[in-house]
């Protein structure tokens, strides 16, 4: 892991309102900002403290914190929610700027039983089940891997220029001639600072960039305001934009469920949800921000991200060639970013937006030293690494394969669920996630001050489609599945089969 410490950065400054032009930075900056497109939904909330104020994906992160334990498959299920992990994060692990509190100054770690000594399988999560001798898996290793010297993403020693909207683009004289002469007569207010962004800094701009188009100015400068805004569905945005006509569905797999609504009003109030419908919503949160803006871009549902300043760092990655005097390290840098994939083990069983979205990481092999029988000081045993070799006694190094944690038996295949088998839940209009129980039904229609008779229940159909506007509404609007499966297209056609309250 490279050494935490700061980047330094060079502001230009219209001094008269204390507003950035831009800043003049090298790779060590602009992989930070790349950074961002890499890391789960999950991580995201946690690191902005759950005040993303981007639909209502903060309250869908907050139901996984208030099921209780035995609702998931273990323990390890709802931490890969709370604290998904990525495919890149090692490689993320070697930023200037350390900010992911997921991974500390000492480094990320891999957990076993404590029958550590035998070639047992290793988990990227606390509190599975070993599956050789029925153990918990709570026995931290180090996790060791090779330093980068040469950038993250991008190749050392090239310089950017990053407008205040977060906008990246390579550097050369004749982008700071154009942004010159867009300043028009009020160059001569325009000042040179020197400032330095460490981890606190990042995070602020973070969360600057999910809402602002003044991200450097409001993360940096010493007036910034905080972030309060809401991302919201524009009034004129109906049910077609986020799902295509139902006849798209037919011959796709898809999941039949029920809607409570009230009568008059048409909202809903809950979907009534089985584990395996509460698992493709959960698993928003394994998404890399990536690929869930990869999908905003293409509907017209995502249209508020596309004034944010974290959609200019999407489409500077996406932008950016790789031939030529590219800026990036190597085609596969460029992939990582605009499609990035799932970290390993975080798909689901019958995940609808797998492959229509987004791919699941292969688990790379991991490697650890295996010589405390035949030597009184033996090797580090707490420590594993990325890559085969000899330890210093010259003994070949034991490969260890991670398991799936939300297999029981500790398989290493993909798929599973997070939440247990049989479990019923039901999924409020802005994605609380509840277990089904009277009081929780009871709570809910107390909530709209409703009774049974202003109610009803209609059946809806969720596939590929469906999946995909949830995930969009989810993330600009607070009132998702009456924007999904009520509002009606241009000829007023619902997307509803309506029904009694008992049906």
Request: aromatic letters at 8%.
């Amino acid at each position: 892991m490279a050494a935490d410490r700061e980047i330094k950065l060079k502001l230009l400054v219209e001094s008269w309102c204390n507003r950035v032009v831009f800043a003049e930075c090298d790779s060590e900056f602009v992989d930070v900002l790349f950074s961002f497109l890499t890391m789960p939904m999950g991580s995201i909330i946690h690191l902005c403290g759950k005040e993303t104020k981007m639909g209502c994906i903060d309250r869908l992160y907050q139901s996984v914190e208030e099921l209780d334990e035995r609702f998931f498959e273990n323990e390890a299920c709802k931490s890969m929610l709370l604290r998904p992990r990525s495919p890149s994060e090692l490689k993320c692990a070697n930023l200037a700027v350390n900010y992911n509190v997921a991974a500390p100054s000492t480094g990320y770690h891999l957990y076993a039983c404590n029958c550590i000594y035998s070639k047992d399988p290793v988990s990227y999560y606390r509190g599975c089940q070993c599956r050789l001798c029925g153990g918990i898996m709570d026995h931290q290793l180090a996790l060791r891997y090779p330093s980068g010297s040469s950038g993250v993403f991008v190749q050392q020693k090239k310089e950017f220029v990053v407008r205040d909207d977060l906008q990246v683009i390579p550097f050369v004289a004749s982008e700071t001639l154009s942004v010159m002469k867009k300043l028009g007569n009020t160059r001569n207010t325009v000042e040179e600072r020197d400032v330095k962004i460490g981890s606190e800094e990042v995070l602020r701009l973070l969360k600057c960039s999910l809402h602002s188009q003044t991200a450097l100015t409001d993360a940096l400068l010493s007036n910034n305001i905080p972030i309060t805004g809401q991302v919201k569905l524009k009034s004129d945005e109906k049910a077609s934009d986020f799902v295509k006509n139902e006849q798209t569905n037919k011959g796709r797999r898809t999941m039949k469920r029920k809607l409570v609504m009230n009568r008059e009003t048409k909202e809903v109030l809950h979907l009534e949800a089985r584990e395996d419908l509460v698992n493709q919503i959960l698993s928003f949160l394994t998404f890399p921000f990536g690929s869930v803006l990869k999908l905003m871009r293409g509907s017209a549902a995502g249209s508020p991200f596309l004034g944010s300043s974290v959609s200019n760092i999407y489409s500077a990655a996406e932008e950016f060639s790789t031939g030529g005097d590219n800026p990036f390290k190597s085609e596969e840098s460029k992939t990582e970013l605009v499609s990035p994939r799932l970290g390993c083990f975080m798909g689901c069983d019958d995940q609808l937006l797998i492959h229509h979205l987004v791919d699941e990481a292969d688990s790379p092999p991991f490697y650890t030293v295996y010589c405390h029988a035949k030597y009184r000081s033996p090797c580090a045993l707490d420590v594993i690494d990325t890559e085969p070799g000899y330890c210093r006694h010259s003994i070949k190094k034991v490969q260890k394969n991670a398991i799936n944690p939300k297999l029981p038996n500790g398989g290493t295949a993909k798929g599973g669920g997070f939440m247990r088998t049989n479990t019923s839940c039901i999924i409020t209009d802005d994605l609380s996630i509840k277990p089904l129980s009277s009081s929780t039904v009871f709570l809910v229609m107390n909530r709209y001050r409703l009774i049974v008779d202003e109610v009803e229940k209609q059946e809806i159909s969720i596939g590929e489609e469906e999946a995909a506007a949830i995930l969009r509404a989810s993330m600009t609007s607070q009132t998702v599945l009456t924007d999904v499966f009520i509002r009606t297209g241009d000829k007023g056609k619902s997307f509803c089969t309506a029904g009694t309250l008992g049906a």
